[in-house]
T-cell receptor
Framework: DAGITQSPRHKVTETGTPVTLRCHQTENHRYMYWYRQDPGHGLRLIHYSYGVKDTDKGEVSDGYSVSRSKTEDFLLTLESATSSQTSVYFC???????????FGQGTRLTVV | QKEVEQNSGPLSVPEGAIASLNCTYSDRGSQSFFWYRQYSGKSPELIMFIYSNGDKEDGRFTAQLNKASQYVSLLIRDSQPSDSATYLC???????????FGAGTRLAVHP
């Protein structure tokens, strides 16, 4: 299995509180992605990184920020959680075109 | 318009039949295309990827790419009940360094 770990695996938080999800890899892959998955929407890209300190917005970036200060870790922060951010969040790592992207186990986040 | 589009299904096929899953993409700069399978409550796992026009076969699976039509498909031969899952199509855009997924097609294989 690819060395990719998401933490926490489950979290319940209150509306308005900040939340940080962590994605950690041991594969030295260049690309890291954060997706959210909701029924009927597949995987929607939130933010992604193509190197240390190199990040960009995806399809649904509003309300989220990211940081990647070292190759291994990609952090997703919800500055002020809202109920619409209740979802399953997946991190993925890869080496770009023509190579497989590997997924973490997912984090189920509930905002109440 | 979504960058990667799939029919959400469900697609229902009998056991032993061929299942055909389709995907279109809008970014002509997309370089490679992926098919992932996802079981309920699990993470997506790669079935295969393709980056050249034509067909690519791997066991019971065949991926087809037509860049002129911006169309990707996945054929599953001799479908089994264990193939029942959601199939996600993805495109990697080298110009933007991002991997975009479609909404997924739910496949149900009935005995």
């Amino acid at each position: 299995d690819a060395g990719i770990t998401q933490s926490p695996r489950h979290k319940v938080t209150e509306t308005g509180t900040p939340v940080t999800l962590r994605c950690h890899q041991t594969e030295n892959h260049r690309y890291m992605y954060w997706y959210r998955q909701d029924p009927g929407h597949g995987l929607r890209l939130i933010h992604y990184s193509y190197g240390v300190k190199d990040t960009d917005k995806g399809e649904v970036s509003d309300g989220y920020s990211v940081s990647r200060s070292k190759t291994e870790d990609f952090l997703l922060t919800l500055e002020s959680a809202t109920s619409s951010q209740t979802s399953v969040y997946f991190c993925a790592i890869g080496q770009g075109a023509n190579t497989e992207a590997f997924f973490g186990q997912g984090t189920r986040l509930t905002v109440v | 318009q979504k960058e990667v589009e799939q029919n959400s299904g469900p697609l229902s096929v009998p056991e032993g039949a061929i299942a055909s899953l389709n995907c279109t993409y809008s970014d002509r700069g997309s370089q490679s295309f992926f098919w992932y399978r996802q079981y309920s409550g699990k993470s997506p796992e790669l079935i295969m990827f393709i980056y050249s026009n034509g067909d690519k076969e791997d066991g019971r699976f065949t991926a087809q790419l037509n860049k002129a039509s911006q169309y990707v498909s996945l054929l599953i031969r001799d479908s089994q009940p264990s193939d029942s899952a959601t199939y996600l199509c993805a495109a990697f855009s080298g110009g933007y360094n991002k991997l975009i997924f479609g909404a997924g097609t739910r496949l149900a294989v009935h005995p």
